[in-house]
């Protein structure tokens, strides 16, 4: 997948219905500058997001995907490989996704294992009587813990329900 086509196609999409960036992040409870970033091709909506901007549009999301336009002719009831193509792009792009989130939690990990780590050498001196270091120490302790227990949560089962309630608290109309 090309981000960079897919981003100037859902700027061309955006301009022939004459919205602005800020219009259409309204419109798809998100902020201008996810918008902006789709645009640009720094990143690409998730795949929810993805559907919707394709109902909005009215074109098929292989064609988002695609980053242009399919001559009608490619829309007949004998295009069945066409739409094994398309499942096979949203897989795909649904594995880049998990692969980066999976990349940030593997460097929340890190991060978290470490702070533990300097906390435990940190304990093994005794700081009792700098207040400084004892709060660097504590930092340090709540930072890992923390990280390690957000890890946990959103990399467990239950993990979706968690990012499920999140979008259920923005509370948007618009939002499927």
Known sequence: MDQQKIG???KQLRQERQLTQETLAEIMCVTNRSVSRWE???NLPDLPTL???ADFYGVE???LLD???KPDAMNTPETK???EETARKVADYSNDVMEKVTHRFHYMYLISIATVLIYLVMNHFDFSGSPVLQAIQGACLGIGLGMLIVGAIFTSKRGNGALFFKAHQLNCP???
């Open 40 to 42: 640009n091709g720094v």
């Open 174 to 176: 618009n939002r499927k």
């Open 51 to 53: 559907i919707q901007l």
């Open 8 to 10: 100037t196609f859902l």
């Open 61 to 63: 999301l292989r064609e």
């Open 67 to 69: 980053g242009e336009r």
């Open 81 to 83: 490989s066409a739409t």
